[in-house]
C-alpha cells in the first residue's frame, strides 16, 4: 500500500500527434504532482510521443514556493517535449501562466491556454515555427557569464525562507544577477 493516498485521477487519450492527459484533483501538493506528472511522461515515454497537453480539471492550486519547484522538475526531465498547459476553468490563471512562462525561460517548450483547440493548434505546429533562444549573459555585479534559462540548483536556495525564495524565483526570470549574486542581494535586503 502506498504511504500516500492518491488524490487525484488522471486520463489519457491518445492522438495521432501528441497524448492528451487531464488530472482532476481535490488536493494538490508536490508530492502529488511530481506523482502524477511521472505517471504522465511514462505514458508519453511508452506512446513515443514528444507532445503534451496538460489539462488540469481542478479549481485548487499548489503554493507559489511548490510550484516553481515544480515546474524546475518538469523543466529537468521533459525539456523536448512540447507541453500545452490547458487550464479550462481559468482559475488562477495569472499564477499559472506566470509558472509556465518561467519553465520557458528555463529552456522548456511549453506554454499556457485556456482554450482546447488553441492548445491543438499549437502542438501541431510546425517545429520550424520555435526558436531557440539564447540566454547566456554576463553578471552585472560579478561579470561571470551565466546561464539565465539554466535550472536553479536545489542545494543553492536551502536556506532561505520561503518568502526569500519565491522572490528569488520571481526576479530570477528578468534579473542581471548570476544565481549567487541575486541570492546575496536577496539576504542582504531583508531586515534584521
Ligand atoms: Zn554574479
Known sequence: MSPYPTLYALEFKEHPEYLHARITASFLDRTGALSYLSEIFLECAK???????????TPCVMQRDELYSTMDFIVSV???TRIAFLNAHG?????LSHIVDYGTKQGG??????EFQEAENWLLEDEKLLEDLDMTKDCEK????FDSNGTVPV??????SEAQREEFYRRRLDSDLCNQCLKSTIIERQPE
Open 155 to 160: 542545494a543553492l536556495l536551502g536556506h532561505l
Open 109 to 114: 517548450r511549453f506554454r499556457y491556454f485556456q
Open 47 to 57: 506512446l513515443r510521443k514528444k507532445k503534451l497537453r496538460l489539462e488540469r480539471a
Open 142 to 145: 560579478c561579470s561571470d557569464e
Open 78 to 80: 521533459e525539456k523536448d
Open 91 to 95: 482559475t488562477v490563471a495569472e499564477t
